[in-house]
């Protein structure tokens, strides 16, 4: 009695008026606006695949379905959708069953906090604590592959299963140091002129790191043209070119976390058949195709967000800021063109990395995770705090944040050069070739493998 | 179970005492992307660390030898292109040798000179072949592409010369088919140039890749002694540094004229297989120019009866193939059919210390090391 009451009277009627309200009409659209593009994505990412991989291997790619293959990836998932769905005897068949969907799920769950302009977006891009909220959805998704390699009862299945676990733990913590580099950026440079929000506090809601890059007068310069470009876009601002080495350590992490080449390890094609996915087929499979497309999505969305300023690009703020829904609209729509032509053309690096690189071993993956990116991010936390604390004790007034900003990009690109070198050093000196006498001798020590004695072979290296 | 007596290095003696874990069997094939073929390694897994391997063949078994002894001498040449099948025209040259050698026939020079170039051209395709599908087992996906288009060129030009793009059945006894039609050598000449400028663009790719260095320096190595032991030929060997090539130490044919440079290298891995691999390219498309160079004139082939009948006897003919060492052990008992034709496929050979190599070595480095051998499989089971 008492709990149909309060139903009917706070909660129920709450969810009405909920339900009802224009804020949930809103939610609603944008909900299935951005599951529209996360699957549209997914699919325009698996055709420019495979035509610019084509293009760059030096042949076609599909050009059957559809005008210069456009309909090529319509036509697979068609394909897919009428598929059996082929489940093995001994499969765990719970999991199994299961497996894709946890896999999926996070992928468009993270896109809530990804603001796509000023305006469009979920509700979810206010949230404040954006970047946490993007980590920890990026991180269930290992809990499906591992799902799908232990239940598939395949034993190359479960190596990739396990490695993939591995690896995306590993690759997690340098990913999350190097979005920090940026949450400390922000924390310096808050409240100070140009910059929002109140002194030393920073933030890690996208949206806001967003407007931290743009550090152009609210109310213009006075001169239109200018201000028409450069309102709520100054590239010269933005974190890719004050922390270059950053955006780099978390692109090779998001490779990682893609499991997308060098770093595929949990699907090598060339060891393990297909990796976690072997058992799987038709939309299930297709499931985790998805996925994987949804997150290079989502990957280069952040580091678009992050490192390249979101949305901003010549005109947007400008015309939002002209009051009217029309010149709003506009405004938005160009914000909307300008952030995915740059998560695109980060997404093609992924392509461009992938068709270059062969892969890495599963021990010279670990190594660079833990000897390599996690010391040098740790490294330019360190640096970073130290340079603010350094040039706010100089007492340099206005100038400070200049100062701090110049001071913190000469650090990190010469960092960025000396990591390339360390890498190429890293590379050949911590693998196997450093290895190769130990492993031959403790071969020669080994009975079973003495050279077997022949008369009459020829001998003496000739 | 864990008492076995495979398991006899230290390190993993004190791994079983810490944990214990439990020895995986893998079967890695027949069906699988990167055994080349339908090769079937049984692997023993001590976490990704493998302790023994036994190779399987025999899936690709087609009786060549015994199809040669039913067949017409003559009638023989077109199924050994099948035998080692990414490089048809050196088997031929193989076969076609021994079997002027057992019959005392000496091919005119044109034809000799003809047969290194296919050979040359040949070699040259099955290193483009191996080059790629090796990158392709360490995980990258564009120098496959690239080599298979080059590799297209020399099928095409095979394709005008013997009327077939991959089994070109183009040898006979005692010469070869036909003479080169119209432009051919031109034609050739121009895929020459453009194959070097194709193979730098290669190189750039792939020798200096740092990845590529950490996948294959140091894997998979090979001593000089145990090479030897195992009776490796072609790259294998000389990757390891013996300087053994037969076109180099016992020169048959146009070779006696054309002398080779050898390649070689001393660090026995991976990667100085594969550079010996790429050297030998660029050393093939020299001899290729030097052929076209010194190319005589004359008839192509020698008049010889078209029931080939080659007299009682026995006899051996080893060329350097892509692969290594490939010799035909030719016996024959004076009638039309050879009384026996044994292969002595380098793949088959080369393939014996495939589980000496992996014994300690990372389930990752299983596919470093088998591609990097070079196998076909239609010479290892034949």
């Not at chain 1, 979101?310 to 914000?335: H, I, K």
């Not at chain 2, 793009?165 to 005692?174: C, E």
């Not at chain 2, 050739?188 to 996948?215: P, S």
Request: hydrophobic share 45%; charged share 15%.
């Amino acid at each position: 009695m008492h709990i149909s009451v309060l139903l009917g009277d706070d909660i129920g009627s709450q969810l009405l008026n909920g339900i009802f309200s224009l804020q949930f009409l809103q939610f609603i659209i944008a909900f299935l606006s951005f599951f529209g593009f996360v699957l549209t994505s997914a699919v325009i990412l698996i055709l420019a695949e495979r035509k610019v991989m084509a293009w760059m291997q030096d042949r076609i790619g599909p050009f059957h379905t559809g005008p210069w293959g456009l309909l090529q990836t319509v036509a697979d998932v068609g394909k897919l959708l009428l598929k059996e769905d082929i489940h093995a005897v001994k499969a765990d068949k719970s999991l199994f069953l299961l497996a894709p969907s946890v896999f999926m799920a996070p992928v468009i769950a993270a896109f809530a906090v990804i603001p796509f302009s000023p305006y469009i977006g979920l509700p979810g891009t206010a949230l404040a604590t954006g970047i946490i909220y993007y980590v920890a959805m990026s991180s269930i998704d290992v809990v499906g592959v591992i799902m799908a390699g232990w239940s598939s009862n395949n034993k190359y299945s479960l190596i990739g299963g396990l490695r993939s676990a591995a690896q995306m733990i590993s690759y997690e913590l340098p990913l999350v140091l190097a979005l920090l580099s940026v949450v400390m950026l922000t924390s310096a440079l808050a409240g100070s002129p140009g910059y929002p929000g109140s002194s030393g506090i920073g933030t890690i809601s996208i949206r806001e790191i967003i407007d931290f890059q743009n550090a152009w007068p609210k109310n213009g310069v006075g001169i239109p043209v200018l201000d028409f470009i450069f309102k709520g876009f100054t590239p010269w601002a933005w974190f890719f070119l004050i922390q270059p080495l950053m955006i780099i350590v978390y692109y090779i992490c998001g490779l990682a976390e893609t499991n997308r080449a060098p770093f595929d390890l949990p699907e090598a094609e060339s060891e393990l058949v297909a990796g976690y996915l072997t058992e799987y087929s038709g939309m299930r499979w297709a499931l985790f195709f998805l996925g994987e497309y949804g997150n290079m999505t989502i990957v280069s969305a952040i580091a678009t967000a992050l490192f390249l300023g979101g949305w901003s690009g010549p005109g947007v703020a400008y015309l939002t800021g002209l009051g009217g829904f029309g010149w709003g609209l506009l405004g938005n729509l160009l914000g909307v063109v300008y952030f995915i032509i740059k998560v695109y053309l980060l997404c093609f690096v992924f392509i461009w990395v992938r068709s270059t690189l062969p892969r890495l071993r599963a021990d010279q993956l670990m190594q660079f995770a833990w000897l390599i990116l996690i010391p040098i991010t740790l490294f330019n936390i360190l640096l970073t705090g130290l340079i603010y604390l350094v040039v706010s004790s100089l007492a340099l007034g206005n100038l400070t944040n200049l100062v701090f900003l110049v001071v913190v990009g000469i650090f990190n690109w010469a960092m960025l050069f000396a990591f390339i070198w360390i890498v190429r050093r890293a590379t050949s000196a911590t693998t196997r070739r450093a290895l190769a006498p130990a492993i031959r001798a403790q071969r020669r020590a080994t009975p079973a493998t003495q050279i077997p004695e022949r008369a009459g072979a020829p001998g003496g290296g000739q | 179970m864990a008492t076995n007596q495979d398991t006899n290095t230290s390190a993993q003696a004190e791994a079983s005492e810490d944990i214990s874990s439990q020895e995986m069997l893998l079967n890695m094939g027949p069906q699988h992307p990167s055994t080349h073929g339908v090769l079937r390694l049984v692997l023993k897994l001590e976490g990704e660390t493998v302790v023994d391997c036994t190779p399987v063949i025999g899936y690709l078994h087609r009786g060549i030898e015994k199809i040669l002894e039913n067949r017409p001498v003559m009638g023989g040449i077109r199924y050994m292109d099948n035998a080692d099948y990414l490089s048809p025209m050196l088997n031929e040259i193989a076969y076609a040798g021994a079997v002027e050698q057992l019959m005392g026939i000496e091919p005119p020079w044109r034809a000799q000179y003809i047969r290194l170039l296919v050979g040359e051209m040949q070699r040259i395709a099955s290193h483009l072949v191996a080059v790629g599908t090796y990158l392709l087992d360490l995980g990258a996906f564009t120098p496959v592409l690239w080599t298979f288009r080059d590799r297209e060129g020399i099928m095409a030009l095979f394709e005008a010369l013997g009327g077939s793009r991959f089994n070109v059945n183009y040898l006979r006894v005692g010469g070869v088919l036909h003479d080169f039609p119209n432009g051919w050598l031109k034609e050739c000449e121009a895929y020459l140039d453009q194959l070097e400028k194709n193979m730098a663009e290669l190189e750039k790719l792939i020798t200096g890749n740092e990845i590529f260095e950490a996948r294959t320096q140091g894997v998979g190595y090979i001593d000089p002694q145990q090479a030897i032991a195992y009776g490796l030929t072609g790259p294998m060997l000389r990757a390891s540094g013996v300087n053994w090539d037969l076109r180099v130490n016992r020169p048959y044919m146009a070779y006696r004229e054309v002398p080779v440079i050898m390649q070689v290298r001393q660090e026995g891995d991976c990667y100085a297989r594969y550079r010996v691999r790429i050297q030998e390219i660029h050393e093939s498309i020299r001899l290729c120019r030097v052929a076209l160079d010194k190319m005589p004139g004359g008839p192509i082939s020698t008049r010889t009866p078209i029931a080939l009948r080659p007299p009682r006897g026995e006899t051996y003919f080893a060329i350097e193939s892509s692969k290594g060492e490939l010799g035909i052990y030719f016996i024959s008992d004076g009638s039309e059919y050879p009384w026996r034709a044994k292969i002595r496929g380098p793949s088959l050979v080369n393939l014996q210390i495939l589980p000496e190599l992996l014994r300690g070595h990372k389930m990752s480095d299983v596919v470093a090391i088998t591609g990097s051998l070079d196998l076909v499989l239609g010479e290892v089971d034949r």
